[in-house]
């Protein structure tokens, strides 16, 4: 058995996330039914880095799946992109030691969120962006973002269905670029919990639009209690960016920023060069 690696990119509006479920209309049933075609085999069980919700999108996703055939990398490229949907595609394809875990052996995982600022929504830009229509302070979401930065307990950022057996997360960056219009807020962490990017979202918009000081962010961590945050802030705009694992698997290289403009096609990512 061969252990082998493939790097994924998937629009997630027409999906109900990531995770398989009954109704079969999620990424993975998708891809999963793919390779069952592609290897013509019953079933194909595959592992990724991170579960996505509902409406969220990936730039890079990974999963790692075993099996006995033997393909050329490009095969694997070719043969499954002529099996999935135009809004679910494989990047890359490469086989790997048997010890890789996608989930276990990632060392930092990041999200892109792309916000849009406007009086008035664009339906060009409906489910691709979030939309906020009203002007947020920059200063403020940035001191606000300082605070959340570091190991926590991040209970109050956390999904009441969230199965993981520890709240405390590191959150090693949270920048946040403004381009014209749009705003990048870019989260990197060693993992993070069930909805915890969209409900730190909620909080900085919050103290952005002059709801709250930017020390909400601090008495929020210390408070441990979801119910006094800020609402979940919309799917649209959330984007898993990249997944980081040590260098010795010899995984395609690509920066979270390269990856945004590949994909998007936008130039969002020179934003940061600013911050």
Known sequence: MSRIVLGLAYDGAGWHGWQTQPGGLTVQDRVEAALCEFLDQDAVPTICAGRTDSGVHALQQIIHLDTAAQRR????????????????????????????????????????YILRCSRVRSPHLHSRVG?????????????????????????????????????????????????????????????????????????????????????????LLAGRDRTRAAATFSAAGLYLAHVA????????????????RSHLGWALGDAWATT
């Open 131 to 219: 939309w906020a229509h009203y002007a947020l302070d920059l200063g403020r979401m940035r001191a606000a973002a300082a605070h959340l930065v570091g190991e926590h307990d991040f209970s109050a950022f956390r999904s009441s269905e969230c199965q993981a057996a520890s709240p405390v997360r590191t959150l090693q960056r949270l920048d946040i670029a403004s381009d014209g219009e749009f705003m990048v807020f870019r989260f990197q962490a060693n993992a993070f919990l069930h909805h915890m990017v969209r409900n730190l979202m909620g909080t900085l918009i919050a103290v952005g639009r002059g709801r709250h000081e930017p020390e909400w962010a601090a008495q």
């Open 245 to 260: 694992y040590p260098e010795a698997y010899g995984l395609p290289s690509a920066t979270p920023e390269s990856l945004l």
């Open 73 to 112: 990398d490009e095969s694997w490229v070719r043969g499954l992109n002529a099996l999935l949907p135009p809004s679910i595609s494989v990047s890359w394809a490469q086989p790997v030691a048997p010890g890789f875990h996608a989930r276990f052996e990632a060392r930092a995982r990041t999200y892109f």
